[in-house]
């Protein structure tokens, strides 16, 4: 169970069950969604990628994640699968800013 102590709000100074908190500062998009996302890959995140990235196609507003963002992101499984290949060298990410 994941634990939270939070200075000020806490009883003691001991750790306490996040769900203590969780009606208080739950984000507004998890409370309307949390049966929906739960249904999805890791913890409900995958969830509201998606929520995001349709939305930005249906207001038109700009992807808070560019092309450069993903491809940064994506390369680390590969380059990591590479490193344990070369017994844990260390790789370079590449700019993928650059032109």
Same mark, same amino acid.
């Given at each position: 169970m994941p634990s939270i102590w939070v200075d000020g709000k806490s009883k003691e $100074?001991?750790?306490q069950s996040i769900n203590d908190y969780a009606a208080e500062y739950e984000h507004p998009l998890w409370k309307r969604w949390a049966e929906a996302a739960a249904k999805t890959g890791h913890g409900g995140a995958d969830f509201? $990628?998606?929520l995001e990235f349709l939305d930005t196609l249906r207001t038109g507003r700009p992807s808070p994640i560019d092309a450069v963002d993903a491809a940064t992101w994506s390369c680390v499984i590969p380059l990591s699968a590479k490193s344990v290949r070369e017994g844990g060298a260390p790789q370079e990410i590449p700019d993928f800013g650059k032109v």
């Open positions: $100074v001991a750790w509201f $990628v998606m």
